[in-house]
């Protein structure tokens, strides 16, 4: 099995900045497509970003593209996801996920149920 454990949420005043960290169970992390999701109050659970085994592929949800960043240190079992310039809109629960196997296309990888296995989530508020 797989366990991920989110952290660094809490609250961030718009304009300011936060990183996420997701840290993953197993020797076979890097074979893993890493991905973020997000789930604000009364709202589904939306794709946010996803980063391929080896960091060379990048998505990323329009919301956050040009203020988020996604990578991973493989070394460390561990993914981030960089909040710059964050929006009181981004606030939400933050869970990453985890899918064994290759990076399929992108509309795929940004659904829910291509992921495996989830974090508990962490929140992030961003207050204006």
Excluded: H
Aim: overall charge positive.
């Amino acid at each position: 099995q797989v366990q991920l454990v989110e952290s660094g949420g809490g609250l961030v005043q718009a304009g300011g900045s936060l990183r996420l960290s997701c840290a993953a169970s197993g020797r076979t992390f890097s074979n893993y497509v890493m991905g973020w999701f997000r789930q604000g109050p009364g709202k589904e659970r939306d794709f946010v970003a996803a980063i391929s085994w080896n960091g060379g592929t990048l998505d990323y949800a329009d919301s956050v593209k040009g203020r988020f960043t996604i990578s991973r240190d493989n070394a460390k079992n561990t993914v981030y996801l960089q909040m710059n310039s964050p929006k009181p809109e981004d606030t939400a629960v933050y869970y990453c996920a985890a899918r064994s196997g290759p990076y399929f296309p992108r509309q795929y990888l940004r659904q829910t149920t291509a992921y495996d296995y989830w974090g508990q989530g962490t929140q992030v508020t961003v207050s204006s």
